[in-house]
């Protein structure tokens, strides 16, 4: 087992929470550890939309090649901007037990009253969250909001904006969730949302298998579901894609989402299933959806992201 285990992690507040967290777990089984924070092209570039800037693996990139060159032992990643298939040589060795999964509307208390019938807007930097919420409510406005979620909130305090939209774990981890909120329960996540991955590079059966005891085995086959739903689907995490498994007993209930660009037009799935079968459960779903019309809707996304 190495002396000291070196903890690669992004710099932002939210993304130095959940090294810190994997550290304090290390901690609980004797294993001492510090942190090499390493930053990312997500995180820099602020101005453009992210499926602009590669989408899919920008914020994990970095780390990846920080663990592929040896500056640090294990990488800790917000599950759901990790791509489903990792770099040759990482492997995935614990997913943390999960927080809260659902997304949010942060109200902007502004009390602006001087022009009634101005457009209401809000704002997100994902595309899954746009989607959903032009589906709902189609006569607003949505608007591009990137950077971390200080950043984000900080933009939506000095903006015109009524809302905009986060993942609820991400402001309750670093104790930034204002009283004024509300849970957007009809609103279907990303995959793998609030969940915390740990990923190393292969080989090391004795050093894999210790940092296996850092892993909730319910998070990790809820994860799965989700994760192989997405790869089935083969949109990466920048495709309106929403996926939530929930594990209760042994039992699986399942909800997935694939929606246009706009919200004009979606394909929704609701299934349920004996924990016993979870391995394929995700990829079943997504052919179901797929075979229900799903295809055509998602050649058309990906002709529309190619442009």
Known sequence: MKKIVRIGTRSSELALWQAHLVQQNLSKIQITSEIVEVSSKGDEILDKPLHEIG??????????????????????????????????GIVQVAVMKRGPVKDILVFNNKKDTSDLEKVLTIATGSLRRKAQWLKKYPEYK?????????????????SNWQGAVFAEAGLTRIDLLPKNFEVLDWMIPAPAQGAVMVVALDGDINFLSEMAKLNCEKTEKATYIERAFMKTLEGGCTAPIGAHAKIEDENITFDGILIDLDGSQSFEIHEEEKLENWENFGKNCALKLLNSGGSNLMKKIKSQMSH
């Open 55 to 88: 989408g899919i693996g920008l914020f994990t990139k970095s780390l990846d090649e920080a663990l592929l060159q040896g500056k640090i032992d294990i990488a800790v990643h917000s599950m759901k901007d990790v791509p489903t298939d990792l770099p040759k």
């Open 142 to 158: 949505v608007v591009d909001l990137r950077g971390n979620v200080n950043t984000r909130l900080r933009k939506l305090y000095e």
